[in-house]
């Protein structure tokens, strides 16, 4: 499929209560979406930590145990993930949520089809915040999926900013890189925001970043949020000299769509200004040798 209507979400983290009010809310939003003419609809890192707000006071003040009773929700979470994109047609990747492998927790996120069916991606690279304060480990390979929409990978949030990373995502196929996020300043907004804009530059291909917002001073691990959904492309051939595609308004509440135009992918890497796709030689770029001068 040539053109693809991207919906990235700038969640807001809120009490819900209950796990009625937050399958209330998320399908209020994806209905939302879909009604837009969403084909593919992009929920941001750990949004499903809003539940935290379901469980009783005291697991809320404690970060283990939250991660320890939020496996009860587990079922129920990808059970709703799951009918919403089937009930709206779309393909959703579904907010991360902790899950308990083993004896570890990570964070994974849940790419699901029209039909219902999904598949599993998990972060790789920790924040000092989950592999020392939360206890979060890191996940096992890259997943690209294959969707009637064109080949599409997920890079969760700091995973972005780590070229080698996403650059194993596109040589397997991705021309779109989904990049759900969360993060508590601005300055890690920017980060992300800057990995992605890089990460589109040298794939040139588009990236879309979806964030949480808002505050949650009773959710431990989401009290601040900060961020705005983008869409990015390589500032080239048919895409805007910024290669900012679609931008949405920082810690606003709400959707930013855009077209997504994947011919435009494939043109800009066949006869671009640059060419940073064809161009990227993993091999020869770090084993390059470098000479130290000692200059006076």
């Known amino acids: 499929m040539a053109k693809v209507k991207v919906a990235a979400c700038q969640y807001p983290i809120e009490p819900v209560g209950t796990v009625a009010a937050w399958a209330q809310k998320l399908e209020k939003m994806i209905a939302e979406a879909a009604r837009a003419g969403a084909q593919l609809v992009v929920m941001p890192e750990y949004a499903g930590m809003e539940l935290v707000s379901v469980l009783p006071k005291p697991v809320q003040a404690d970060l283990r145990l939250q991660l320890e009773h939020l496996q ?122 800057i990995a992605c804009q890089a990460r589109a530059l040298e794939n040139q291909c588009y990236v879309v970043q979806a964030p949480t917002v808002g505050s949650a001073p009773w959710a431990l691990a989401l009290d601040d ?24 308004v920082l810690d606003q509440p709400g959707w930013v769509m855009a077209e997504m135009d994947l011919s435009m992918v494939e043109a800009v890497r066949l006869d671009g200004q640059v060419l940073n796709h064809r161009d990227w030689v993993r091999s020869r770029h770090l084993a390059a040798p470098v000479t130290r001068h000692i200059i006076r």
């Open 225 to 248: 949020n900060r961020g705005a959904a983008g869409v990015y492309g390589p500032p080239d051939k048919g895409f805007p000299e910024t290669g900012v595609v679609a931008m949405g």
């Open 72 to 193: 009860e929700l587990v079922p129920v979470y990808r059970e709703t993930c799951a009918a919403l994109a089937r009930r709206y047609c779309v393909y959703l990747l579904a907010g991360s949520f902790p899950e308990q492998v083993g004896e570890e927790f990570r964070n994974r996120a849940w790419m699901y089809g029209p039909s219902g069916e999904g598949g599993m991606v998990e972060k790789m690279q920790m924040t000092r915040f989950e592999r020392e304060t939360w206890g979060v480990a890191r996940g096992d390979g890259g997943v690209v999926f294959d969707t009637e929409l064109g080949m599409v990978g997920v890079a969760i949030c700091y995973d972005s900013e780590f070229p080698l990373l996403v650059r194993r995502l596109v040589e397997h196929g991705a021309r779109v890189i989904l990049v759900p996020s969360c993060t508590d300043a601005l300055s890690g907004y920017w980060r992300v925001r």
